[in-house]
């Protein structure tokens, strides 16, 4: 099993890299990023998972309670939306999101659009 482990983590990243493949697609991905800027901006009110913090809703005086990110009504929303959403806030009937403090460059909203598609 040991040996197993290890050719995936070592052997087979640099075998893909020597045959000029590139490193393997969630090595390059933005999801890396993503995540930090999810941490760093986004979890205190999403939590760890994207499934919400109540308290934080509660101190920010929300009406409605977290979608978690992981849902459909999320996640079939385009890159776009997402990006817009994130960058500018929500407020809906059924949703209500503040904008995040201090603000998102366009490639830092690319980038948790990104992390959020593996939320599922």
Not at 51 to 74: I, W
Request: with cysteine; proline share 6%.
């Amino acid at each position: 099993m040991a040996k197993l482990c290890l050719f995936h983590a070592c052997v087979a990243p640099a075998l893909f890299c020597w045959l000029g493949l590139g490193c393997l697609p969630v090595l390059r991905s933005a999801v890396g990023p993503g995540k930090a800027v999810f941490e760093a901006k986004c979890q205190k009110c999403h939590g760890d998972d994207g499934r919400g913090n109540p308290s934080m809703a509660k101190l920010l005086k929300l009406k409605q309670p977290f979608t978690s990110l992981g849902t459909a009504e999320v996640q079939n929303k385009s890159d776009d939306e997402l990006k817009k959403i994130a960058i500018n806030g929500l407020r809906t009937p059924r949703a209500e999101m503040k904008p995040v403090k201090g603000g998102l460059s366009d490639a830092e909203a690319s980038a948790v659009v990104s992390y959020l598609r593996t939320l599922k």
